[in-house]
């Protein structure tokens, strides 16, 4: 290979690190921006919190103020109550709430595990994985359910075989 072929290589190769570079830079902006979302309500919830603990007059005109902001909201229709809801309106909204409580419980659940577990041991273990697995209460009880319901139809099934039996036996 001849000089020239060498340093147009090595230009194919500069230019394709500045574009990998590149990208690299926009995948950390964006993850930038989900910190920068979440640094924000945190912002907010601890100058709420500083505000109830050093002036309670100021926290009660916030409160005001929001309460009267969402009465607001409810007046132009924005938010919705329950008994304004269509049927459909209020099993998606249930299944909505079910889905965040369910997220938030497993988010809680997870954060217990870790404090509990020791950090040494965490690297090797699946402690999240087993959270994401467990069944809820309602489940379990479901399932319950469900098996005695089984049990008490073999049982019947059984008794009525052996009425078939000696109903055959008979004749």
Do not use: W
Request: positive net charge; glycine residues 2%.
């Amino acid at each position: 290979m001849g000089k020239m072929q060498l340093r147009s290589r090595e230009k194919l190769a500069c230019r394709r690190d500045k574009v990998r570079n590149e990208k690299k830079k926009k995948i950390n902006k964006g993850a930038t921006k989900q910190k920068a979302k979440c640094s924000i309500a945190e912002y907010y919830r601890r100058r709420r919190e500083k505000i109830k603990a050093t002036n309670p007059e100021t926290y009660e005109l916030a409160q005001k103020k929001e309460r009267d902001r969402y009465a607001k909201r409810v007046s132009e229709g924005k938010i919705k109550m329950v008994a304004d809801m269509t049927d459909r309106e209020k099993r998606t909204a249930r299944k909505r709430r079910k889905e965040y409580a369910a997220k938030y419980f497993s988010k809680k659940k997870r954060l217990q595990e870790e404090d509990r577990t020791p950090v040494a041991s965490q690297a090797g273990s699946e402690s999240t994985s087993a959270v994401d697995k467990s069944e809820s209460h309602q489940r379990k009880k479901g399932k319950k359910a469900v098996r005695l319901r089984l049990e008490s139809d073999k049982k019947r099934i059984q008794s009525l075989e052996s009425d078939l039996k000696k109903v055959i036996l008979k004749y």
